[in-house]
């Protein structure tokens, strides 16, 4: 049995372990930054349940990145969280010139060329009826859209609950940290599966799993389903607190903590991650 | 695009969605619950980090055991913490008739014929020298065998944080919460997936993965390699350190949480999950 | 060679085979009745190939039904078996009224709303020139589309021999037991292929493969193709020639042939069987 | 929808279809003839249960596969059917000068040199006690070794239900057509797949599946994981039957439903199957 | 160890080496004899940079393909190489009546109503500006297109540089042999992908890999994911180019070499593979 | 259709594109170098038959290799090529003191102790009869074994074409550029999966492919089974005769053919390729 019980065969020198990890080494070029932009250009508000994180007025936003980009950043990913926006049936506020999202996108193509920019397309916030399902996502809305208990945001911006994403697990609907009935989890497989094979069909550049953590195996599947398309893992605000919160009671080393997780979503997705959290460690790292 | 938007096609009915979660669900058949057994015959000690767990006595095991039988228990993983043995540089007290793990599973094995029954076979807890390293398992003590940062283990039993099981991507060597370098992370799926061959090669009766939920990607790629084995998942104290303080400081239910994760396990990995954690939930759910 | 004939691991004990064969176990709940509906609301018509099976009018599915899903059966097929109907060009009288197949779908949802209903939706029975190739199947009609030589239905009704349904691998022209040339087999894998990739795409609720027995290879390709999309198994009338005529002979007892049968359904397709025999089995074997 | 519904894209064309049925095409080149062997050696008895086969003593062998080679046959599989035998513990007449199945072997080896030659190993028919349980294959007895209820062999010769072959579902004890329990049959997977992976590991230089059409999934399955063995199928005596006695019934036509099973075993398994029924009638063919 | 090291088992013998190795055997059935026909209707006009191929006028077709189809061809591709052709904005006489490529389609069809006849659709040679983008395929023009080096055609005839087939790796804009930047190399796989997937979508009855020897991982991942259609590689110029020049410096023997890329294509995709080279070098083995 | 055609969804913009072609990126940390070792120590001997590469005397080999390892050069491949050695029947001297191959490794790993050193364990220059049949590798010399007909190396070395490691699909038995028969081509596809299976079985460390380019298939198929081993590609010589020759008769650039050949290699096999023309031509290209 000897032979058989040779388990680091293949790793046991540095030259083969670097070999076999490049799939999930990381920088900040595989990480895209959330950004939450608010209307009052000046404004800089930190979001009480993401410590170290904050919603930023348009004015603010070139500052905030430089830095970051400086390190290495090539992706950003927007969220407008309106508070004057004028409301109707269709949403109209939502690409309108004044709406934060886009001038946010206008003033970072401008300061930063080189970058890739995401945007949240959810409608809820600028709808009378808080809702964007009769409009672009009619199928999101059934009572098997939930599928975690995982909170995805600070409790002060309501939709960031709400993300509306096609490549998002979660529904509209409901926007405060809710209690997924059993059924609605069991279905999250299936439901991610759909979506990522719509996303696909609709052009979609890239695909997203949220939350992260507990679904790396669907992060998997959808990889091992659509190779050819760049895949991005959110690691949502719940799964933040399991870590923060953890760490606070001397559980464990957060740094630590948010380093195996990062490892473990690249090495589930090629590509990139996302969340405030990592990107805000490794540059902590780069400045200490 | 009206058609290829039918996202729900499949699982609009309670009927479809049955049929596609029977992977998913699980009950007290697909936990099983681990026993951490002291060798104070009439002990009941209760692990600080673990709330709601204890180490037991012998005399005592029954006691705890039969209710959790009695609502479809089928599997116990024994953990011998032996305080008194005396210790040798074979290990020799390890299978010796009076060892708290040997004494368990007699009784046990006595008052639940028809439980099935692991034993952790770690022989550190019997060395002199504190390591089984140049006994059962030589291979597994180079410098990338511990691959993750979320403790496994209450720090009042040191050797739970040495589990040495084959199956087990942690080494043997450190006893207490340590912080993996980042290139041992970086080869977890390397060597989770050499050692998993092994086991089957060996003729192991059950495959583990732990700690479970940073590592859900493993857990689909070792069922997908080994299909026709039992694969189990550990819930290890690091992710339960998580869930707690995270439900702690009002982030999300625990309960919620529990049932997530677990339904997470099975949707990874058909058969089973491990973890204290989730049999006493479900015991407490079917008493309340 | 010792280590590598154990043959036995992972199954030696019955809480090891439990966890294996959960994805094998069938109940009613995996079981889908086909209904032949006639137009004769009091009849029952006794089917000469299928013994044990009739045709029945509209009044009579209530009392039919109710002990099937007493038992737990979940969902029915719903054949519509016109004998009156005025046929035209367009096959009108498919969705008429005073159709069986409507009326029968109205009684059963009302009779018993949980359940889950299919339908045929071949039009060739209202269709004054016998065919639904202009209609609603125009592809299905090459020389390429009869692909299996076991009769799927008693000549007594002309069009269960001609199912029509999207997911069938057989066409709708032949209308008796055909022998099906040898091309046409050798395409089976290809066909079955396109036609629930088509399936699929048109937002279906269910794949489904017929015949079954012959063709588990196939239900096993479909299932690893589309995992999210629930799969049924139809075990045509030739099939059930075959199990019943060998018993009848002596060379195997037809209850264990049947259990045989139905448990290689469960273990290519996760889901669901579909077939009088097997759910009238169930039922004798609960009723006695 | 229109460019979606283009089923026969891809085999409109005769070209189009022979390029995607070459690996399901067979000839004789692609069969096995199995020969039971007799120890008269001029014998030729008929075999009640399989009509048109029979015992053939070794003066016989070279007349009755003459014309098989010359439509094309490559390989027989000789099956001992000892009946003057000595027995003992262990066997030993099983590979004795004068055994049936050695001189088999060494007539059709003299004339037939380019004949592949398998041979059954089982010890069964050599041993006093019945079994070969002590000797080659301990590991095959155990409850869990009968998966099927297809009886495999005409009463008259017990060891039939014996095969013993390594690479065989069933179990030697066992000689009379028995009812499994269901709990065997749903191991028939993890069984199959254990079996297989032994072979392997043991240097074989075929696998096969028995019986063939109700495991063509698991056919599938074990082509999957060795893909490069040869890959044969038995058809079993009891498929046999199911075929001969529904088409006695006038259910189908024996030779269309042997063809649609044979082109079924070759789009399960690329490259041989095993059986006198398909080469009988392959045959037939070409001298009529 | 010793049966770990039995690598000849399941090839030891000619009869299992030969079922194996049938998915690897090709004829000329397997070949596609690709065409490039001038308006000069008499003309045979040989092509300086591939040694024994010419452009054939649409007089000279029956001649030249008469004894190809005699040894078995089944399957011509026609390039049109018009000279005399009046081009507008949107290349209207690329199917005009007396269109070269028209014209040999209607010719080959007459005389050899056999063949299956694939027609590169690329309107390069038709349009004024020298470009197909705004017309067919205007997703085809990115920067990233062009994927290889390796040259596809003779200088004299530009546009065989050109292909324009939606399932050809390259672009249709340059057209003469050009440097890939590293990045669109590195795409290629991306590119591939996406291509045929498109190509399935809008009904294709083949798809095709261009060049072939350096992509056959990609000819392997194309025909994975579309295992219902056929699948083509073209051994581009560039490739014929290595080969000869190797051969003509001494290096290898060209017929050997053809016969090991032939053999390689055959391996990695099942059923065709295009090139003159390949199908010269089978006549010339007859003839000789 | 129009959505369906959105080709470069996923890969439109810069960012996207990295994130898709990180596994295709390589640098010289991705190459391994072959070294050709004399014994004239301090000898530099051009090798003819491959422009640019020479062998080496032991005192050679630091000054040859600085400038590689500066460049990042990671690992070599130390072939001997003894022409003193005094030969016997188990060919002793291969790992005598005095052999060039171990000289070099004493020396390399003295001067460059962090580099990764592989070497040729073929025996056959080292028996006096020539082979080392009767040695290490006795089943690699059936009549199967010679698998290409590409040359692997130079004629002034004959033993480049007796390579004889475990993981080459060639035999040690020729030693000049041989023609393969047609049927030992075929067999590549099982020769190369049972040595792979083989060497992973014996505790290889590295797994290597060779050719290259002609099978890339198989380096897809080889990583598919063994993710979780390092695996290379051997460019051999007969490969880089193809390249050299095609550029010298001008058909495409070597530099550019030489990049779209490796990035093939990186593409098909994550690690690693090895072959001296891709390493100087780097080295060359930073140089410049
Ligand atoms: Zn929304
Ligand atoms: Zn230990
Ligand atoms: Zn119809
Ligand atoms: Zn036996
Ligand atoms: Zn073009
Ligand atoms: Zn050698």
Chains 1, 2, 3, 4, 5, 6 share one sequence.
């Not at 209690?179 to 299936?190: E, F, G, I, W």
């Not at 590509?271 to 405030?276: R, S, T």
Request: aromatic share 6%.
């Amino acid at each position: 049995m000897q032979a058989q019980s040779v388990l680091h065969s293949g790793y046991f020198h540095p030259v083969l372990r670097s070999w076999q990890t490049s799939a999930t080494a990381f920088d900040a070029s595989n990480l895209i930054y959330p950004i939450f932009v608010t209307d009052s250009p000046d404004a800089v508000e930190p979001i009480a349940s993401l410590p170290g994180q904050a919603r930023y007025g348009v004015n603010k936003l070139e500052g905030m990145l430089r830095p970051l980009v400086d390190e290495g950043l090539k992706c950003v990913l927007i969220f407008g969280v309106p508070t004057k926006v004028r409301k109707d049936e269709r949403g109209s506020a939502a690409d309108a010139e004044n709406t934060p999202a886009i001038q946010a996108i206008k003033k970072i193509c401008s300061s930063f060329p080189e970058l890739l920019i995401a945007c949240d397309v959810c409608l809820c916030p600028y709808t009378s009826h808080g809702h964007c399902e009769t409009l672009r996502c009619p199928n999101l809305h059934s009572e098997t859209d939930d599928v975690t208990s995982f909170p995805q945001a600070p409790a002060a911006w309501p939709c960031e609950l709400c993300p509306c994403l096609p490549r998002d697990p979660r529904a509209c609907r409901g926007h405060e940290p809710s209690s997924a009935p059993l059924t609605q989890l069991a279905m999250a497989r299936v439901c991610q599966s759909h979506r990522a094979d719509r996303d696909v069909r609709e052009g979609a550049d890239m695909l997203m799993v949220k939350p992260g953590m507990p679904y790396l195996d669907l992060v998997r599947d959808v990889k091992a389903k659509h190779p050819t398309h760049p895949l991005a893992v959110y690691h949502v605000s719940g799964e933040f607190a399991m870590l923060w919160h953890g760490a606070q009671a001397g559980a464990f080393s957060l740094k630590t903590a948010v380093m195996e997780v990062m490892t473990g979503f690249r090495r589930a997705a090629p590509e990139v991650a996302e969340g405030g959290t990592g990107v805000k460690r490794l540059s902590e790292d780069n400045t200490q």
